[in-house]
């Protein structure tokens, strides 16, 4: 396997998975994790992002492995006691994790931008990789439904997915741009490719690629631009992918996956169990098994991922930039 | 005993047992508490009021213990996890603390007074008396020093009183004024007594006693103000009374301190290891047994406390005002 860096796109617990496989099996320092901004929120008077955390917990082997989000061993003193006090107890926070959220909230208002402080955090949680936010500026998904608009997390924790989407806003996209980390990492002579990870097309991923100038980073690093789709044998694994779906007026299937991401991704691997969905995908295909349970399958995932990357670039004339 | 009202100014651990005891021994609803705001402090972008939630949880029962500070069977978690992410560990705040902490941040910041929070938390926490700062503006003390000016926790916590002190300073005691919740206690027409708890005189009852129109307030009562030295045997029974008294030029005596609450303390109520002091006193003086370890003891206390204020209210022509 080519030496070389690796980004990847990622939501939060589908798309942690691979980016774990990926931070395992590459070299440290190679990878970065350009993580969704759009479900991040401020909830009782903290700044909370989901997805980032969970990225950082699993890249630093502290998530929570029943849950996949919030981290193992975790203790539960602050919910029990901000309930005595009327506190609003449906979005849970941990005490530990609720470290993370104080922390990013203090130094948010001292005028630091949030990449370089999820960087140091994620080098006091020990990560050898970059886990990086899409950008600095705030970009919020906004859940469209026929009652109307709902914030991201009310209609995602609070309200269990259960209203019908119509469609997605991602408000402050347009004056957000990719943080310098990225766009570095996307510079990067010695990239191999962008993974853009099993994760929710529509509010994991759509939130990184509205951020103004981030679709053109993105084709600039001249190299493959790999998909792992979210769908394994017709559906998807877990999330509201399937429901949303549905309730945008798109078949759930591979086919759909491809075209909604039209433009962004050059290749895709998609599960042995649609394998019949192979012939009908315009661009390249890899079949390999892709449901991720253990941290074998996350290994032996990233690797098909990064072997097909190779394959891809010699085929198609890619090369590294920079590299010989 | 007769019935009515009683207000007490408490600081933290040594005046929260003595109105623990008040709380005991009078009706359901006829406490305040009136406490120190002057060790109210930013930490980590969150309010923090150490001494009125110490008023809060032991009237609540929730104190620890062990510490006289904090809650019972507190967990730790936060704190482990903040130093892991190299935040400030040197105020300790425990996983149940906290929700005190975030949830009076968060509505501080929607521009509720802080009385009416406290107000609700004491309710919440099934405290059967009002428990309010003195008032809702800030007021901060500052500890001067031969090496310049400390902020109060800094001093207090970090520095572990070890600087010498040449004075304190209010901030913003100028511009504040009692509470309205303060202002009603002390106008009801069936308050008993005001009663000074036995905490430091400088950092727990003076930021109390420093809020403009404060003194004012409690002398247009009309009813006696019953101090409970904090001397015990010629010293102070813990904290940094006795250190401070030294370093300001003050004998470490019960005259200091009645010279010290001159204008605001009707009587006193002094340790009976310190009966000899009696004869010096100005004012009318009740010698019991004070240091309080017990439940037991804070009850004795409360009532000798209490016992005293209705004697001096028939003996020195003070009454009920509107109470027959």
New interface residues.
Partial sequence: MSAGSVAALSGGIGGAKLALGLYRVLPPGSLTVVCNPGDDFDH???RVCPDTDTVLYTLAGIANPETGWG?AG??W??????S????ETWFRL???????H??R??RL?GGEPWSNICG??AR??GVHARVVPACDEEVRTVVMTPDGRLAFQHYFVRDRCEPAVTGFKFEGADNARPCNAVLEALADPALRCVVVCPSNPFISIDPILSVSGMKDAIHAAGVPVLGVSPIIGGSAVKGPTAKMMRELGFDVSNRSIEQHYDGVVDAWVIDSADSSDAPEFERPVRVVPTMMRSDADKHALARAVLGFADELRSRMGWSHRGMP
């Avoid at 003193?77 to 901000?82: I, P, V």
């Avoid at 941990?94 to 993370?100: E, I, K, R, S």
């Fill in positions: 009782l008077g903290l981290r975790e203790t003193t602050f919910m029990r006691a901000l005595d006090l009327g506190g941990g005490d530990g994790d609720l470290a993370l104080v922390e909230t203090r208002a140091d955090i006091r949680l």
